[in-house]
């Protein structure tokens, strides 16, 4: 398999160091390249967020996506899987 290098910063949206992110899980169809973690980036709870390439990893989109249902102050998030199915 292919690594990522140079190193690239996908948990944007705040500044490195400010906040835990943590237990990544990746999914890969084609080109495109998923990755979801936990975050505690909004008052130290624990949410998901994802970031996605469209092209192997070689960029990332700008702006992360938090794809929990439920509100980050009425609970936690935690062990984040993702899954792409090809097409």
């Not at 990544?24 to 949410?47: M, Q």
């Not at 070689?58 to 936690?76: H, K, P, Y």
């Amino acid at each position: 398999g292919e690594t990522f290098f140079p190193e690239i910063r996908i948990d944007v949206g705040d500044l490195p160091g400010q906040a835990d992110s943590f237990s990544p899980r990746f999914a890969v169809s084609d080109e495109r390249v998923y990755v979801v973690w936990v975050d505690r980036r909004n008052g130290g709870k624990k949410e998901v967020l994802l970031n996605w390439s469209p092209n192997r990893g070689v960029t990332w989109a700008s702006d992360v996506i938090r794809v929990q249902s439920i509100a980050a102050t009425e609970s936690e998030s935690r062990y984040p899987d993702v899954a792409v199915r090809a097409g």
